[in-house]
């Protein structure tokens, strides 16, 4: 007996002519597939999915189709395009070959052997990609909760293989691009890894434990917890919350270990005000920022001062400003206001150089 697709697995993309409504009705009925109709495109390709959910999408042959099918493949949905239509000219079939459309059904018969077992084709390569990205996901929790360290030829081997099971098995012209742009599988806390890349991994893999983050320096060194893939608390030497996470992204080639803890030893200490790709995008932001100015920057045991003759009608400041000169003359050493002073410490560094460049602190 045939099985009977999920619910959601094949949808109708658009609002289905007549013609395409009675296809879709006879399709039900003798194919027993359960066809979900999204009317509106635009608000279906925007809302979220998870990443490893494959669908049959059925389109109609129109004005709009072309571009509808350039839509989906830059939205990077993982879909499986099935175009049907009264007729269709070379023109057409070029393009659907060039777009990676699984099949053209030209007037298509609801009974016909041919028509179902395109559909059933289709449905059945979607699922087997679903279950082979279960299968990574499994894989890589259990190499995550093993850790970045050497654990024996055993675990290379496991990474060897698994890469070349991604890089293969698990690639489909019919679902769109899955590789990077380096054509390379990346596994979790592989080398060259970026912070950003290493916390969303947590957080995709649902985890629930320490993240451990350390730098090419000797102080850089600071922790991440999650619960369930879900920040909820950060460390960085004095540093906390996204203080913290943000002082991370101005090093150097991290090095990552991920240590699991049970839920329960979860200690929440913080409610981040934003999603952890926001606090990544801001890092990023962040980081480009440093890399600009990382030669200006004052050495940590440097201490300074206000220079009370700088100040004057015409000293212009913004309230970043006003804030770092408030810990300079409060604190004095650079290291501790880095430590006191809330603001991210790229946005310090920035404001440390421009009092300088303008006179209004200088070394004690």
Not at 283 to 289: F, K, M, N, Q
Request: net charge neutral; aromatic share 6%.
């Amino acid at each position: 007996m045939q099985t009977r697709p999920q619910s959601g697995r094949l949808v109708f993309l658009g609002q289905p002519t007549p013609w395409a409504q009675q296809f879709l009705t006879a399709l039900q009925t003798t194919g027993s597939f359960e066809v979900q109709i999204e009317g509106d495109t635009a608000k279906y390709l925007s809302t979220p999915v998870p990443k490893n959910r494959a669908t049959v999408a059925m389109l109609e042959h129109g004005p709009q189709s072309i571009e509808t099918i350039h839509s989906i493949r830059q939205t990077g949905r993982r879909m499986i395009l099935i175009w049907i239509g009264k007729s269709f000219t070379k023109q057409d079939l070029f393009f659907a070959m060039n777009a990676r459309v699984h099949s053209i059904l030209e007037n298509p018969v609801p009974d016909d052997a041919g028509v179902l077992d395109q559909v059933r084709k289709a449905i059945a390569r979607a699922e087997d990609s679903e279950r082979g990205e279960e299968l990574i996901f499994s894989i890589k929790s259990v190499l995550l909760q093993l850790g970045s360290g050497d654990a024996g030829p055993l675990l290379t081997e496991l990474k060897t293989g698994l890469a070349k099971f991604e890089k293969t098995s698990l690639q489909s012209e019919f679902l769109g691009s899955r590789s990077s742009s380096s054509g390379e599988t990346k596994l979790p806390f592989h080398q060259g890894e970026s912070l950003s890349e290493a916390l969303m991994t947590v957080q995709d893999l649902e985890r629930t434990g320490v993240l451990w983050v350390k730098g090419k320096e000797p102080n850089q060194q600071g922790t991440v917890g999650f619960l369930q893939g879900r920040p909820v608390s950060a460390s960085c030497g004095e540093a906390r919350s996204l203080k913290a996470i943000y002082r991370m992204f101005t090093w150097s080639d991290p090095q990552f270990t991920f240590n699991r803890n049970n839920a329960d030893s979860a200690a929440v200490e913080e409610q981040f005000p934003i999603s952890l790709r926001e606090i990544c995008l801001e890092g990023e932001s962040l980081h480009t920022r440093f890399q600009k100015i990382k030669s200006q920057v004052p050495p940590p045991s440097l201490r300074l001062q206000l220079d009370p003759s700088s100040l004057h009608t015409g000293t212009q400041m913004n309230r970043h400003h006003f804030d770092t000169l408030s810990s300079v003359v409060e604190l004095g050493k650079v290291s501790q206001i880095l430590d006191y002073n809330p603001l991210p410490d790229v946005v310090l560094y920035e404001c440390l150089i421009h009092l300088k460049r303008n006179a209004v602190i200088k070394v004690a």
